[in-house]
């Protein structure tokens, strides 16, 4: 009994050198990144390897002795999975609830019940080439955070006059799909520093960025065909 048990606290101890080692050689290897998780995989001497970047999370795969690294998507061929893409759906994700609605504009279509967040930015082509897709779904609550970025250098003062418009909807609507901007001065109470910051900190650095209501994160433009899809899988995750 007593040399099973220290047959597997030997195990478990070189288990953890092997990890700590290959912790060791990336972050040495590659400057600047921080490895937060080093596990195996199902493949046979293949260690999955998450490192926290300027970019946010990435995933890669290495050897036992971290001499060779590999990027890009691990497939499991007989289940049709992308297993690295699930993993960087998880560590991407964010608790949609927890989200500061109040600094959105909310429109509501249909009834309403399934629910999208969006950090747009009003002179972004693709956000309003979104906008054109968003327009063909029903039955969903957008949240759209007014989010300008830096090589738009009017959308600020933009995003400010139709945030103190008295329909904000209304003129976010008639911005992105007539070009029409509300009358005023945009001097209101605003939230647009505040929605630079949780950006910021949710490390978006492009636009549109959806969130959707189960925590899956897209960026980028989608069709409203694939919008549908995501929307009801997340309503069914619920």
């Known amino acids: 009994m007593r040399n099973l048990a220290f047959t597997l606290a030997l195990v478990a101890t070189t288990a953890l050198a092997g990890e700590a080692d290959i912790r060791q050689?990336?972050?040495?290897?590659?400057?600047?990144?921080?490895?937060t998780d080093v596990s195996k995989t199902a493949v046979a001497g293949i260690y999955e390897v998450v490192m926290e970047g300027r970019q946010g999370p990435m995933?890669?795969?290495?050897?036992?002795?971290?001499?060779?690294?590999i990027v890009g998507d691990l497939l499991d061929i007989k289940s049709q999975r992308n297993l690295t893409r699930e993993r960087m759906d998880k560590l991407t994700e964010v608790k949609f609830d927890s989200l500061p609605f109040a600094n959105a504009i909310k429109i509501v279509k249909g009834d309403g019940k399934r629910?999208?967040?969006?950090?747009?930015?009003?002179?972004?082509?693709?956000?309003k080439k979104?906008?054109?897709?968003?327009?063909?779904?029903?039955?969903?609550?957008?949240?759209?955070?007014?989010?300008?970025?830096?090589?738009?250098t009017d959308a600020p003062r933009k995003s400010k006059l139709i945030w103190c418009s008295k329909d904000r909807a209304a003129a976010w609507n008639d911005?992105?799909?007539?070009?029409?901007?509300?009358?005023?001065?945009?001097?209101?109470?605003?939230?647009?520093?505040?929605?630079?910051?949780?950006?910021?900190?949710l490390r978006i650095d492009g636009t549109p960025a959806l969130i959707f209501a189960n925590g899956k994160r897209v960026p980028g433009y989608l069709p409203a065909t694939?919008?549908?899809?995501l929307l009801n899988a997340a309503e069914k995750a619920r």
């Open 226 to 229: 694939r919008l549908n899809d």
């Open 130 to 152: 979104l906008e054109g897709e968003l327009a063909k779904v029903d039955n969903v609550t957008i949240y759209t955070f007014p989010y300008p970025l830096p090589m738009h």
């Open 115 to 127: 629910r999208l967040a969006v950090f747009s930015d009003l002179d972004c082509p693709y956000c």
């Open 59 to 69: 995933v890669a795969y290495t050897d036992d002795k971290a001499r060779h690294v």
């Open 175 to 201: 911005y992105m799909h007539k070009g029409k901007l509300p009358a005023g001065k945009g001097d209101c109470a605003n939230p647009i520093d505040e929605n630079l910051a949780l950006g910021a900190k």
């Open 25 to 35: 050689s990336i972050e040495s290897g590659f400057p600047g990144t921080k490895v």
